[in-house]
């Protein structure tokens, strides 16, 4: 699996972040064309405290052929340039494989 991973800094207005993120950002990235799954996690906290980050997204390809084709789709480009307006100046965009998945077994 590939996938694409978003990482939000600490908005000045978290209440209208939220309301554009979740209400016209995530259905616009849920429409992408070869997209398996889409998580989001709210950045609470951080082991030494507050965090700089408010929210992670990571959106899962089979492959990085069916990434880009997503990418490259209208859809993926709605969602490049909602993203570019709304929030430019505070998500990092990276792309990663997954390499290893652990569980903890024990009970």
């Given at each position: 699996?590939?996938?694409?991973?978003?990482?939000?800094?600490q908005?000045?207005?978290?209440?209208?972040?939220?309301?554009?993120?979740?209400?016209?950002?995530?259905?616009?990235?849920?429409?992408?064309?070869?997209?398996?799954?889409?998580?989001?996690?709210?950045?609470?906290?951080?082991?030494m405290?507050?965090?700089?980050?408010?929210?992670?997204?990571?959106?899962?390809?089979?492959?990085?052929?069916?990434?880009?084709?997503?990418?490259?789709?209208?859809?993926?480009?709605?969602?490049?340039?909602?993203?570019?307006?709304?929030?430019?100046?505070?998500?990092?965009?990276?792309?990663?494989?997954?390499?290893?998945?652990?569980?903890?077994?024990?009970?």
């Amino acid at each position: 699996m590939v996938k694409v991973i978003a990482l939000y800094k600490q908005p000045e207005n978290k209440q209208k972040f939220d309301e554009h993120y979740f209400n016209t950002h995530a259905p616009i990235t849920s429409k992408i064309p070869g997209l398996k799954k889409m998580e989001v996690t709210r950045i609470v906290g951080s082991p030494m405290g507050e965090s700089e980050f408010y929210l992670l997204c990571e959106m899962y390809y089979e492959d990085h052929e069916s990434m880009k084709a997503g990418m490259k789709s209208q859809e993926g480009k709605a969602s490049g340039k909602d993203l570019m307006g709304f929030a430019g100046d505070l998500v990092t965009l990276m792309i990663g494989e997954e390499v290893h998945e652990t569980a903890n077994t024990k009970q």
